[in-house]
């Protein structure tokens, strides 16, 4: 069986869009004829063929496909929390067709067996592509290297190593792991948080974890680290990259680092372009996240490294928890949000209507870069003929409300709920196949037998 083709209409193509503030308008009304699981035409006036699902685009902007660094998805053992079908669901709401998977799974993604366990899952639920991370730690105890080779090898073919919700503390490690990875163009994603310098740590250090008599979280604790591991990156001429960076001392380590020529590259996470250590006034777990929310400064250092390039990519650090897990007092709750379904609104409100980035950008930033940086084979590089057809159509004059039931994920611990913020994720299509029709996920029957009988594998063996 193929899938039915799809013909867009009279969008507007992000790439077209290169100026800050610029109206989707300025972009010309774009077709785009997807069949076979790649875009096999793009034109204008293109007449619809028997069978084919037709998609008024106008008003809409397409986008590749987002592409998610840092996603928790849970399973093997928090299914409680999530598990790869809800999680790629929720993936495939915000508009994104692939998500790099963390390792703190339970067994650790730390073998070729379960790498390979996690990615089979992402490609029988055709929700998304799944890569998993591997961990640089053997059951991320920071002891001993894991099995990265064998996981580098494996069908997963992994390429980013992680010991994400855990720093790799030890400098002798760090060193070997990207002596390792450079062998294969690898990449260790670094969770940059000194161990010693925030035991018992709840929130940022300041006046205000004082008064609220919350143990603080001193920027230095992430700011040292990136500065060691920048240096051993160019000591070892190896790729770093710098998970969720949230101070602006982050930034100014980062641009130092990469005017000396390091390979180094940065994340930011939607939150911290948002949100501040203010809301933790309530009390309300929600808000509690590693790294914590920072000051206002921070929050604007972040957006102006994203508009000037120090800041390399957006990735969401969707980490699901359950209701027991965050309904509880602050100092006993999970330090985690959910992301997937709420990233690209509020990178629309932060970046482009804040003018910090122009359409084009915004792409470079939720879906180039990441998947250059996860070196993912196969994810189009522009909405053109022959490309892949992962892409995203979104709407920027309607909105998203995030609700209780609107949220498609296992877990609700959002800290936008009851929120309304701008730009609708409308569809979502992932190898030539909708995930997302109108807003509403397509079922994950039919999905599953799409990708079961897609054409395209997107460079990574079955
Ligand atoms: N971000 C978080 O607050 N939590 C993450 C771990 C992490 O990303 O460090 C998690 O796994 O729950
Ligand atoms: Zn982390
Ligand atoms: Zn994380």
Known sequence: MTNPGILIRNTRIAADLTERGADIASAPATDLRIDGGRIVERGTGLEAREGERVIDAAGLVALTGLVDLHTHLREPGFEQSETVLTGTRAAAAGGFTSVFAMANT????????????????GDAAGYATVRPIGAVTEDLAGERLSEIGAMAQSRAQVRVFSDDGK?????LLMRRALEYVSTFDGVIAQHAQDPRLTEGAQMNEGPLSSELGLKGWPAVAEESIIARDAL?????????????LSTAGSVEVVRWAKARGIRITAEVTPHHLILTEDLVRSYDPRYKVNPPLRREEDVRALRAAVADGVIDIIATDHAPHPVEAKECE????????????????????????????????LETLLSHRPAEIGRLEGAPEALVEGAVADLVLVDPSGSSEFDLDRLRGQ????????????????????????????GELVPAEDVAAAAASTAVTAGVEQ
């Not at 611990?413 to 029709?437: I, Q």
Request: some cysteine; glycine content about 8%; aromatic content about 6%.
């Open 411 to 438: 877990s609700i611990n959002s800290p936008y709920l009851g929120m309304e913020v701008p730009g609708r994720v409308a569809f979502t299509v992932r190898h030539g196949y909708l995930t997302l029709d109108d």
């Open 106 to 121: 339970l067994p650790v993604q730390d073998t070729a067996g379960v790498v390979e366990q996690v990615k089979a899952l």
């Open 167 to 171: 720093c790799v503390h030890d400098p």
């Open 232 to 244: 051993l990156a160019e000591h070892t001429g190896a790729r770093l990259h710098v998970c969720h």
């Open 330 to 361: 602050w100092d006993a709750a999970a330090f985690g949000m959910v992301g997937l379904e709420s990233a690209l609104p509020i990178a629309i409100l932060t970046l482009i209507r804040e003018g910090h980035a122009s359409w084009a950008e």
